[in-house]
């Protein structure tokens, strides 16, 4: 996530760490190259022009205040800066009404219906909702097909009225029907065009009017930047939306979308995509977005998605299978499950402090695991259970099903090995013992 921006801002920062002090021609300098690090970003020329001397002024101001080196006080303001111009404060959506109606709005491929299915499976699993997804989508047949089919995935019930060419009539058919089936949050998906058209602002509009929803989201895809501001804008003017959604961070993304979105149009970004599957949602919190994207990783959102994704069932049932020697490669494929749920590796890398910097230009792979998997996959289940019976010719054969090297068999029976004694050492109270193999 915003790599070159990342990048190109710590080497603007680099300018002040060998400096004793902080002058206004350092102070210059670098803010300069900050500057230049967020227009490159695709960051509207305002924003980064204000933005550069309000961090000037703050320098300048702070220098003589502070115990911090000119360097550290830098960072500090410039993310300061940043979380303040995202936002400050994250905040949520209105879910007072009964039910409560969400109306989603943005171009078509923006990610709005992706997102909401994956806004229905949130609410229904973090906040114990019963929601009812509405297709409101006249025009192409195949978009009420793909959120039929989003809500199939996620067990969500949905809407839809195809020999119906009123949007306006569909969405209220939806929330009527929400009543009576008992649904406490209704989503609607709308259509979208590949530009800002009239006929659609009207529809929306209209759709707006009728139905008055609790929450109007506004849905843009950050890898247009720029474009990404100045649709929200035209959306703005016509819906005074309530938030937005900011989709495809996952990928190659610059980031100026993420920084001029809320200064342009005053609205808070709510949430965030951070890929296909349905898991792929975050909420957004300014601070935390400002520390990634200044290389300072996302601990705190590392460690949550961990404990989201901590099955206490399962781990006792290792617990146990660990005491009995009997932990065998099926509970170790369950394992790297539990990890692949919390997202892709080069996301989750990219939340440890430095790392991103440490990883940059490495290619890690979307899927990191799959070689291991396809290793396991190819032994049968009682040489997952009993990984001793596996004997060189048994490898032979599991490295040929799996299209891997034997070296590479080799190479996980051995980790698996370790992991294994590690873990019961864990286990028994051996910390002691732990600590013994680690300095000897
Ligand atoms: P709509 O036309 O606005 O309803 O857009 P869709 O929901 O159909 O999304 C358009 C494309 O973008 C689809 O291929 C989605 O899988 C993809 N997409 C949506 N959200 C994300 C995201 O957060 N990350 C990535 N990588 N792809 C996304």
Do not use: W
């Amino acid at each position: 996530m915003f790599d070159n921006l990342s990048d190109k801002l710590d080497k603007a920062l680099h300018v002040l760490k060998g400096h004793g002090q902080i002058t206004e021609i350092n102070v210059a300098e670098t803010t300069k190259e900050v500057r230049r690090a967020l227009l490159d970003a695709d960051v509207n020329f305002k924003i980064a022009k204000e933005f550069t001397n309000r961090v000037k002024e703050k320098a300048l101001g702070q220098n003589v205040l502070t115990t911090l080196q000119p360097g550290q006080l830098m960072v500090k303001i410039v993310k300061d800066e940043l979380t303040e111009l995202m936002g400050g404060e994250s905040e949520g959506i209105n879910l007072s009404g009964n039910p409560s109606v969400i109306l989603m709005s943005g171009l078509q491929g923006s990610g709005k219906t992706t997102f909401s299915g994956k806004l229905a499976n949130f609410l229904k699993t973090k906040k114990s909702k019963n929601p009812l997804l509405v297709a409101c989508d006249v025009y192409r047949p195949a978009a009420i097909d793909q959120l039929h089919v989003v809500g199939e995935q996620i067990n969500v019930p949905v809407y839809s009225d195809r020999e119906n060419n009123d949007p306006v009539a569909i969405a209220k058919a939806g929330i009527a029907k929400a009543k009576a089936d008992g649904n406490n949050v209704v989503i609607i998906d709308t259509a979208g065009r590949l530009a800002v058209d009239e006929k659609m602002m009207n529809e929306i509009s209209d759709i707006h009017k009728a139905i008055n929803p609790q929450e109007t989201l506004f849905v843009v895809d950050s890898m247009t930047g720029q474009d990404a501001v100045n649709t929200a804008k035209a959306f703005n003017d016509v819906l005074n939306f309530d938030g937005v959604i900011l989709t495809k961070l996952d990928g190659d993304t610059r980031g100026g979308a993420a920084i001029s979105i809320k200064s342009v149009v005053n609205k808070p970004i709510k949430f965030i995509g951070t890929g296909e599957k349905m898991e792929a949602i975050d909420i957004f919190y300014p601070s935390r977005m400002a520390d990634r994207i200044l290389g300072m990783g996302d601990v705190v959102s590392l460690v949550e998605r961990a404990q989201e994704q901590f099955d206490e069932e399962e781990a006792r049932k290792i617990q146990k299978k660990i005491a009995k020697n009997k932990f065998g490669f099926d509970d170790f494929l369950s394992q790297i499950q539990q990890i692949k749920k919390m997202g892709n590796m080069k996301d989750l890398m990219g939340m440890i402090p430095g790392a991103g910097k440490a990883l940059k230009g490495l290619d890690i792979d979307d899927d990191a695991f799959k070689h291991i998997e396809a290793i396991i996959y190819s032994m049968t289940p009682d040489e997952r259970s009993n990984p001793s019976k596996l004997n060189a010719s048994r490898k032979k054969r599991i490295a040929k099903g799996s299209g891997r090297e034997v070296q590479e068999v080799n190479q996980l029976l051995k980790q698996f090995d370790q992991m294994s004694k590690m873990m019961k050492m864990m286990q028994g109270g051996g910390g002691k013992k732990m600590m013994q193999m680690m300095s000897g």
